[in-house]
T-cell receptor, first 115, second 116 residues
Framework: KAGVTQTPRYLIKTRGQQVTLSCSPI?????VSWYQQTPGQGLQFLFE???????NKGNFPGRFSGRQFSNSRSEMNVSTLELGDSALYLC??????????????FGAGTRLSVL | AQKVTQAQTEISVVEKEDVTLDCVYE???????LFWYKQPPSGELVFLIR??????QNEISGRYSWNFQKSTSSFNFTITASQVVDSAVYFC?????????????FGTGTRLQVFP
């Protein structure tokens, strides 16, 4: 079974641009979550999608947005990039079984550098 | 508030030494889950273990073992006879038993370096 796939792996953008990152979950997984990892703030939760609906959101500005498609694939978008957005963006998927601490399986991430 | 603390920022050991990574958590939830993940240089977070708050039984898996103590809110991880391939950043995480979220609260991680 294929794991979580994130594309692209590396991205270089300049301030003010926007970027879209893609995530394909493990087949059969219905929930997709996004996390931002930086040396200063560590791993922080961005948002989570289930059945094409955002069901939880972290404390990030509105420049960060996402969506989930009917096949569970997800994209996240960051508009008006700032230098501080440079980070490793990790996507995770789970079976989303209700009432359980679902195991999240992570992709290799997209490393975004903003110049 | 929910919080996970990994006080050890970095640990260096020589191969074959045993090493314990500490994790202390805070939550007001009566039911929750605890996780350990490993992040090698490639960047991908690799799932190691999940523990339900009701299950305080310690677990051993090969060279890995976990000690969950609810009374001290700790979930420590021990690697026996460490190997160079164990070098990575290890994260402890707290998750809900929730019907509408899988959100994880991560600790800041412990970087383990195993030297030959």
């Amino acid at each position: 079974k294929a794991g979580v796939t994130q594309t692209p792996r590396y991205l270089i953008k300049t301030r003010g641009q926007q970027v879209t990152l893609s995530c394909s979950p493990i087949s059969g997984h219905r929930s997709v979550s996004w996390y931002q990892q930086t040396p200063g703030q560590g791993l922080q939760f961005l948002f989570e999608y289930f059945s094409e609906t955002q069901r939880n959101k972290g404390n990030f500005p509105g420049r960060f947005s996402g969506r989930q498609f009917s096949n569970s694939r997800s994209e996240m978008n960051v508009s008006t990039l700032e230098l501080g957005d440079s980070a490793l963006y990790l996507c995770a998927s789970s079976l989303a079984v209700r009432g359980e601490g679902n195991i999240q399986y992570f992709g290799a991430g997209t490393r975004l550098s903003v110049l | 508030a929910q919080k996970v603390t990994q006080a050890q920022t970095e640990i260096s050991v020589v191969e074959k030494e045993d090493v314990t990574l500490d994790c202390v958590y805070e939550t007001r939830d009566t039911t929750y889950y605890l996780f350990w993940y490993k992040q090698p240089p490639s960047g991908e977070l690799v799932f190691l273990i999940r523990r339900n708050s009701f299950d305080e039984q310690n677990e051993i898996s090969g060279r890995y073992s976990w000690n969950f103590q609810k009374s001290t809110s700790s979930f420590n991880f021990t690697i026996t006879a460490s190997q160079v391939v164990d070098s990575a950043v290890y994260f402890c995480a707290l998750g809900p038993q929730s019907y509408n979220t899988d959100k994880l609260i991560f600790g800041t991680g412990t970087r383990l370096q195993v030297f030959p």
